[in-house]
């Protein structure tokens, strides 16, 4: 008698269970927006014991090692004023059955004092690639850079397809949060070189 009620007692609950919906996860993808535009302001203060100089010097070395080539990507070098300014990119493939190769581009912007460093991240462009890919895609199948602030603005209202855009957004935000990440680490290291 005790095993038949104790199976009804599960199968009652294993039933209630499985008739509850799945709640889909819809929160939206929360990025900053500074004057109608999606920008990152990083301020990383605690650099204890490294001078302006020695942080200039870690910064555009970071700026080397992060983006493929720094000539091209460092546009404003200012040692006096501890500022540097550049473009940077990363490629990533959206989520989804027919996410394409895209790449998105930015601006970023490095201003160091002594112990501390902030960086910018703005001016956000995305580009998909043509169905061969990033290496054998030729102009004409792949669009131009297009701002991603307003389409961001879009999301952030529509109801619709909620599931791949917040995979969308959720993927973006990561390689932004991984750069900012990297470039904390690697200042934050003290890489006084003296060789």
């Known amino acids: 008698m005790k095993k038949k009620l104790l199976t009804i007692a599960l199968i009652i609950i294993s039933s209630a269970s499985f008739a509850q ?9 929360v990025l900053p927006i500074k004057d109608g535009a999606i920008f990152y302001d990083i ?18 070395k970071w700026m080397a ?6 000539k091209e990507v460092i546009q404003i070098q200012d040692p006096a004023a501890g500022s540097i300014v550049g473009a940077g990119i ?17 601006m970023v912007e490095i201003t160091v004092r002594d112990n501390k460093s902030r960086i910018r991240l703005y001016q956000f462009k995305n580009k998909t690639f043509g169905s061969r890919g990033y290496r054998q895609a030729t ?9 991603i602030d307003k389409d961001y603005y879009a999301y952030l209202q529509e109801k619709q397809f ?5 995979g969308y957004y959720q993927t ?24």
């Not at 090692?65 to 720094?70: H, P, R, W, Y």
């Not at 004409?140 to 850079?145: G, V």
């Not at 909620?162 to 917040?166: C, H, K, T």
């Not at 973006?172 to 949060?177: D, Q, T, V």
């Open 21 to 29: 919906k799945k709640q889909k996860d819809t929160a939206k993808v």
């Open 43 to 60: 301020i990383i203060d605690s650099l204890h014991n490294q001078s302006k100089e020695t942080l200039y010097k870690t910064s555009l």
């Open 65 to 70: 090692d992060s983006f493929v080539d720094s």
């Open 90 to 106: 990363f490629n990533y493939t959206p989520p989804g059955l027919l996410g394409s190769p895209q790449r998105m581009s930015f």
């Open 139 to 147: 102009a004409s199948e792949d669009s131009p850079y297009y701002p």
């Open 162 to 166: 909620p599931r791949e855009n917040r």
């Open 172 to 195: 973006i935000k990561g390689k932004i949060e991984g750069i900012i990440q990297s470039y904390k680490l690697f200042v934050s290291a003290n890489r006084a070189d003296d060789f």
